[in-house]
């Protein structure tokens, strides 16, 4: 379970994210929807322990990503936007070293790596360095290195961008099986046909902050609105208040 509570960040001037928080639960999948610049992967980036808030704190499992960021990182899976991948590495070395830095021994580094490579489909590339790779080719790597260590949560900043017909709906089937499995997913997207195919729980984001959050029919009957998208519009056009 991850459980946020009045995160604030600033950049300067610029106010990133502003008194935002969320709970997303095991067993679900729970999404940011939000136009660019909302605030988003800003708020991924916090769950994650790359940022520190100025202000509030959240909790992975129980673990806090302010006083005990190195326990919070163990239990979450992170695929960055842009996935991050070593380009020198395989698809495979890739895996296997995220392996090892989440302390597995080698041995089962590599069974864990042979696993995913079969699970997300890769043999194709397993073996191939990552320099020239395609944006799914990517993508699938780091998720498989997201997943290497089992994560019970999984944090996924925009993880269907750049990626074909097929290999999105690979990936939406991955995630239900996940959810299935009682993972609590959290993952940021401005594309609506993407939250309204993958999410249990929704939140509105917009200049920072939460607008809105629930079901995706909650949030349609909040904005008085037929469909996701419409109620989006009403919503973020309204300030929250319809």
């Known amino acids: 379970m991850i459980a946020a509570d009045d995160l604030n960040k600033h950049f300067g001037a610029v106010v990133a994210v502003r008194a935002l928080s969320l709970r997303a639960q095991d067993g ?17 980036r916090i769950l994650y322990t790359v940022l520190r808030p100025d202000s509030g704190d959240a909790l992975i499992d129980g673990h806090s990503v302010t006083r005990t960021p190195l326990a919070a990182a163990r239990r979450i ?21 995220f392996g090892a830095l989440q302390g597995l021994p080698r041995a089962a580094a590599r069974a864990r790596a042979q696993e995913l490579v079969t699970l997300l489909e890769m043999e194709e590339f397993a ?28 944090l996924l900043d925009e993880p269907t961008n750049g990626l ?3 290999a999105v709906r690979n990936l939406r089937a991955l995630l239900l099986r ?28 917009a ?3 939460v607008l809105a959050a629930g079901t995706p029919e909650a949030i349609r ?6 469909t996701l998208e419409d109620a989006f519009v009403r919503l973020t056009a309204a300030g929250g208040t319809p």
């Not at 899976?77 to 070293?97: D, K």
């Not at 395609?134 to 997943?147: N, W």
């Not at 009957?221 to 037929?226: N, P, Q, S």
């Open 28 to 44: 679900r999948i729970t999404g940011l929807l939000g136009p660019n610049g909302a605030g988003k992967s800003t708020t991924l």
């Open 77 to 97: 899976g992170v695929l960055p936007h842009g996935a991050g991948i070593y380009a020198n590495l395989t698809a495979r070395e890739n895996i296997t070293y």
């Open 127 to 154: 073996d191939r360095r990552a320099r020239g790779f395609s944006q799914g080719q990517r993508v699938k790597t780091a998720l498989a290195r997201a997943l290497v260590h089992r994560p019970q949560n999984l």
């Open 164 to 166: 074909d017909v097929m």
């Open 178 to 205: 996940l959810r299935d499995a009682g993972h609590c997913i959290l993952f940021s997207s401005h594309v609506m046909q993407e939250v309204s195919a993958l999410c249990d729980e929704i939140l509105v984001i």
């Open 207 to 209: 200049h920072g902050t």
């Open 221 to 226: 009957t909040r904005a008085g609105a037929a």
